[in-house]
């Protein structure tokens, strides 16, 4: 059960410095292929290594301006460009999102584009910045140094002491910041966010905290993940422990905007934990090979084979959306206002 008195407490922070708008994002996988041995992730190249991946490769030009058009139709101003690693050399890495992100800029002139990508050298986030992106986010997923060596066995994402600083680059280069745990990763989610908190503080804190939740990996029928592989996750995150990780956050980063994420029911996230975090999801492209090339997703419970895309899908319908939250919760899609 989630303490009242916590649960009080980080609704009032939300509307103290929130007041009730509630920021959706469109989530987009341009390039869903990843040189990154992730343990628990069903891009990372260790599943590529045993034939378990479901992925597409990179989204097609033609397909891309058509999302694109279709997002910012449906009203959608804020985009998450999700890249993993997608070249072990940081200068090509850069080169190549740099050119999704000036593509989404010629469509979204006034928007708000967040690269969610991994480490880069500091002049690469000014290549970043000038290609229109106004913010990067690098999930840190997991503090404690010996959970995350065993959960990052190559590519860039193995490099923890790159990771641990690369805030401060961002930051450097003119670029909004924004951080994760995976939650689910260890069963101390506790001393996990204790670390996370004081990191933070160290690096000049944070101005996005999203909250992914680990799931069950979803593989392709007859395929097989490796043994140290955590196609079931250490600890499972119900509702209510979802819930009380995000009031902890909201407490601890009261000005920050808190990303919740639909990988569990949007009818909990839209309708609960929308009274504590002021950011979430909207519509999500996976680009995985079974995601239509043509067409928005479905609604509803979607799980691409061979990716770790278990979630559920809430379209691309902001009016649909809003129905799902509380009285007192204006949907929103924009960011600058
Ligand atoms: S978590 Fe990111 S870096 Fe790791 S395998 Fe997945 S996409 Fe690649």
Known sequence: MVDSTTLADARRVRRQHFGGDFRLHSVIYPIDYCTSGCTYCGLSTLLAREGAHGVRGAMRPATFDWLMRRLTDAGYHVHELVFGTVADDQARLTSRIARWVESARRHDPDGYLIVNCDTLRPQDYRVLRSAGADAVWTFMEVMSPDV?????????????EQRLEAPLRMREAGLAVGNALLWGLTEDWQGELDQFVAWSGQVGGFDFVATPVQQRLTLS?????????????????????YLTICCELRLAFPTARLVANTRLDPTFVYGQVSAVNDMCNGYVWTGSRSHPERELAQDGHVRHDGTQMDFHNPGADPEAIQRLCPQDITVRLDLRA
């Open 148 to 160: 995350y060596r065993a959960k990052h066995r190559s590519g860039l994402k193995a490099d923890r």
């Open 221 to 241: 029928p007859g395929s097989a993940a490796p043994d140290y592989f955590d196609v079931t996750p250490p600890l499972t995150v119900d509702p209510e422990l």
